[in-house]
């Protein structure tokens, strides 16, 4: 349920402000733990990768640093969440195959029939649980870097597009199933 707050504004006269609901999720995909040595012994700080998505076409992802590790998670998943993004979704899967690239991370996602499930794994299964995708098919080619294997999935998550956006490009009207003809059979 939304919340509202009363606030003083301007731009909105009756003083309450909606705010978006809060149904997004967050999976931390990476911590990295990185060592600088001082005069009085080592200094530790971390770096977070956080995958942010409502489960329903939007996901986003976010890195954060800070010396401790709840505030690096805490810094990931505000950038996550500045940077979401849409994605084409048709009946829980993938409309067509794609290929994404990131640096040296290179991801092939493609569509499966339903009750298929999630076949990916790490940081690919991360992304696309959080957009909401069902069945897909992945297979992670290049890098194994976490990061450029999340940013590749995004990449090709992001390319993404449905057959309607495809016909309207190439200026054709697309048709139901129900409206196409059917063969008939000479007797």
Same mark, same amino acid.
């Given at each position: 349920? #939304?919340?509202?707050?009363?606030?003083? *504004? &301007?731009?909105?006269?009756?003083? $309450?402000?909606?705010?978006?609901?809060?149904?997004?999720?967050?999976?931390?995909? $990476?911590?990295? =733990?990185?060592?600088?040595?001082?005069? /009085?012994? =080592? =200094?530790?700080?971390?770096?977070?990768?956080?995958?942010?998505?409502?489960?329903?076409? =939007?996901? +986003?992802?976010? $890195?954060?640093?800070?010396?401790? %590790?709840?505030?690096?998670?805490?810094?990931?998943?505000?950038?996550?969440?500045?940077?979401?993004?849409? %994605?084409?979704?048709?009946?829980?899967?993938?409309?067509?195959? @794609?290929?994404?690239?990131?640096?040296?991370?290179?991801?092939?996602?493609?569509?499966?029939? #339903?009750?298929?499930?999630?076949?990916? +794994?790490? +940081? @690919? &299964?991360? %992304?696309?649980?959080?957009? /909401?995708?069902?069945?897909?098919?992945?297979?992670?080619?290049? *890098?194994?870097?976490?990061?450029?294997?999340?940013?590749?999935?995004?990449?090709?998550?992001?390319?993404?597009?449905?057959?309607?956006?495809? $016909?309207?490009? &190439? +200026?054709?009207?697309?048709?139901?199933? *129900?409206?196409?003809?059917?063969?008939?059979?000479? #007797?």
């Amino acid at each position: 349920m #939304p919340t509202q707050r009363r606030s003083q *504004s &301007r731009s909105n006269p009756d003083g $309450f402000e909606k705010s978006e609901p809060k149904e997004t999720t967050e999976k931390v995909v $990476f911590i990295n =733990r990185c060592a600088k040595v001082v005069k /009085g012994g =080592r =200094r530790f700080s971390f770096s977070a990768l956080i995958v942010s998505g409502n489960h329903n076409g =939007r996901v +986003g992802i976010g $890195f954060g640093k800070a010396n401790e %590790v709840s505030e690096a998670i805490r810094k990931a998943t505000e950038s996550a969440k500045k940077r979401m993004v849409d %994605v084409a979704i048709h009946e829980n899967t993938i409309p067509h195959e @794609v290929l994404g690239e990131f640096g040296g991370g290179r991801v092939l996602l493609k569509p499966a029939s #339903p009750g298929t499930g999630v076949i990916a +794994g790490g +940081g @690919v &299964r991360a %992304v696309i649980e959080a957009a /909401g995708i069902r069945d897909v098919l992945a297979k992670s080619l290049g *890098s194994s870097n976490p990061a450029n294997v999340v940013k590749a999935t995004l990449d090709a998550l992001t390319t993404l597009r449905p057959k309607d956006a495809i $016909f309207k490009i &190439r +200026g054709k009207a697309s048709t139901p199933k *129900s409206a196409l003809p059917v063969a008939t059979q000479a #007797p």
